[in-house]
């Protein structure tokens, strides 16, 4: 490998070898969209087959509870227990981990979403072949030793590919990079994230067929603008309840006991919720197409409501409503009891239905006639806009996969109202609200990003003298002779900060000898400008220290005293961080 490396250093430029390993990312990443996409559909078609057609409601039962088990004994045995799942983890890597994902992952995410998936769990394979197509990348940059910055670039280029690979939608998956993985756009990263999106998306072409979806080729009219802002609405509140009865739902599963119960019980709930709505087996990407096919009546296939299809059309939207709302249950059963896929294509599913729900509604009242297959589109792009927080990917993602660039002004309205409204109630995504609850910062902005990937705790100054209240002038004095610091914290008998003394306060003191044995450490000290916790973020830290124009606050833990953090002390880490950023 050495030879090879300075070979290339002697005849290619970084620029095109940065293109050609982006073009290599793509490729792996695309094959590896392709691989998993086809193993699911096999797989699924091969349990459906060797099932009799009048048992098949009773696998539908059985199929999850079996999937969530063996996607939990592969993690333990396989993997330590250790799955990682969803998006969150390489958003990590890109802002702690300088972008360094597990060899892992390259495989892991793709054989327990297939268990998952394939045995009816209801989630997308989205996530998981988006952290496939990360890992591809991060990995293949360390094994080619590039630097750390275009380590972060490759990544990207590996998420990007995923995306475009499995929806064959090139400038989705790159939208889908800048947006929720990267969080940063400039020239340099732009041309090697279309280069491995479009490499992936013909790899997906040769060896995956067509569009996922129909195609869209009629216009729109003016006079339906009223209704996109009522459908934008809608997803907007439907964003909202995905994102907080995903989160309710995890922490409901981090309270159950035992592994296996949560496989049992989650397992057993899913069936049930299967059993009654179909579904909500699987992606459910089948029910999508049906409905951009004009062909509704398929949400009731196989179910105990298909007997009044027919008589009633009220048991229809009711069961398209149940379906829309249940989706997101039957998901984070799936991920809670152990499964592995994403909210990416059940946030899809379901602002499909709720698009065709409102343009029933609309058509059924006789008042206005709008087309269905519409706000279907527009559905899954406003409720994918609020969900993941990415407007652009869910404008060109549908916009490519059901070739609807004729509804480009509806779905920038959609997905506008849909991103703002809900940014104003969840302004973090499903992504990246547990990722900031933990300190984490994960906006476009290079300096904070920066700043967030230094450690409180590991620039504490702990070489401080501390000196107690009731300490007097000389004893001080004595300590001063000695120390490395003109700075002194004021600490009790329990550790706790309850002063600080510094050279200035005590300068006209130190030369009157008769004050040394009167006075005392208490008379002497002030208290501090304030005070940093050390679990707080250094972002938030040097904000106080610029507003409060002092260059070291003593930091606390659980109230005791543990150091002094300086100014000068994160700026040379800073400096330190941007000097690996940019080698």
């Known amino acids: 490998m050495r030879p090879l490396l300075l070979w290339r250093l002697r005849h290619v430029s970084d620029r095109v070898y940065l293109i050609l390993v982006a073009t290599l990312v793509g490729a792996l990443a695309g094959l590896a969209a392709v691989i998993l996409k086809n193993a699911v559909h096999w797989g699924q078609q091969a349990l459906y087959g060797w099932v009799p057609e009048q048992n098949r409601v009773f696998a539908l039962f059985l199929y999850p509870i079996i999937g969530i088990g063996l996607t939990v004994l592969y993690a333990r045995y396989f ?5 990682g799942r969803g998006i969150g983890p390489i958003i990590y890597s890109v802002a702690r981990q300088g972008s360094i994902v597990p060899r892992s992952k390259m495989y892991s995410q793709m054989i327990s979403s297939l268990i998952t998936v394939t045995f009816g769990g209801s989630a997308g394979l989205e996530a998981p072949i988006s952290v496939t197509g990360s890992a591809i990348g991060s990995n293949v940059s360390r094994v080619l030793r590039v630097s750390r910055r275009e380590r972060r670039l490759l990544l990207g280029c590996g998420a990007a590919a995923g995306v475009a690979a499995i929806f064959n939608s090139p400038i989705a998956g790159v939208l889908f990079a800048v947006e929720v993985v990267l969080s ?3 020239a340099p990263f732009f041309i090697p994230l279309l280069i491995s999106s479009a490499t992936a998306t013909v790899v997906s072409k040769l060896l995956f067929s067509g569009q996922p979806f129909v195609l869209i080729t009629t216009s729109w009219g003016i006079d339906t603008i009223p209704f ?6 809608g997803t907007a509140m439907l964003s909202v309840y995905m994102i907080r009865v995903y989160f309710a739902s995890e922490k409901w599963f981090d309270r159950w006991p035992g592994t296996f119960r949560k496989v049992a019980l989650g397992g057993i709930a899913l069936g049930i919720l299967v059993f009654l709505f179909p579904p909500l087996y699987g992606e459910g990407y089948d029910i999508v197409q049906a409905l951009l096919s004009g062909e509704s009546q398929r949400l009731t296939d196989a179910s105990i409501f298909s007997v009044y299809r027919d008589e009633n059309m009220w048991v229809l939207l009711l069961v398209a409503a149940a379906v829309m709302l249940l989706k997101v249950f039957a998901t984070c059963i799936t991920i809670g009891a152990g499964g592995n896929g994403g909210m990416f294509g059940s946030s899809l599913f379901s602002g499909a ?3 065709f729900f409102v343009a029933r509604l609309i058509n059924m009242s006789g008042l206005f006639v709008v087309p269905e297959v519409h706000f279907v589109v527009l559905g899954m792009a406003g409720t994918l806009a609020g969900v993941v927080h990415a407007p652009l990917t869910a404008i060109f993602l549908i916009a490519e996969i059901t070739g609807g660039y004729a509804l480009f002004v509806p779905l920038m309205f959609v997905t506008s109202i849909s991103y703002l409204i809900t940014k104003y109630f969840e302004p973090y995504s499903v992504y990246t609200r547990k990722l900031v ?3 984490v910062y994960v906006h476009a902005d290079r300096d904070r990003g920066l700043l967030a990937q230094l450690v409180l ?3 504490v100054q702990n070489d401080f003298e501390p000196v107690h209240p009731d300490a007097t ?19 009790d008998e329990d550790g706790a900060l309850v002063g600080i003394v510094s050279l200035d306060d005590m300068r006209d003191a130190l030369f009157d000898e008769g004050k040394y044995a009167t006075t005392r450490v208490r008379d002497l000290m002030v208290e501090p400008p304030a005070t940093v916790n050390i679990d707080d973020t250094l972002l938030d830290t040097l904000r106080c220290m610029e507003q409060l124009d002092v260059w070291a606050l003593p930091v606390l833990k659980n109230g005791r005293y543990v150091g002094f953090l300086l100014k000068s002390v994160i700026l040379a880490n ?3 961080q941007l000097i690996r950023e940019n080698e």
Do not use: K, W
């Open 79 to 83: 993997l330590g227990g250790n799955l």
């Open 574 to 576: 800073y400096r330190y």
């Open 184 to 186: 940063e756009l400039s």
């Open 353 to 355: 239905l709720l698009g």
């Open 473 to 491: 002038l000389g004893e001080l004095v004595d300590i001063f002779r000695h120390a490395t610091r003109n700075l002194f914290p004021v600490v």
């Open 457 to 459: 705790p590991r620039l």
């Open 437 to 439: 609850q933990r300190g």
């Open 228 to 233: 996109y802002l009522v459908l934008g609405l």
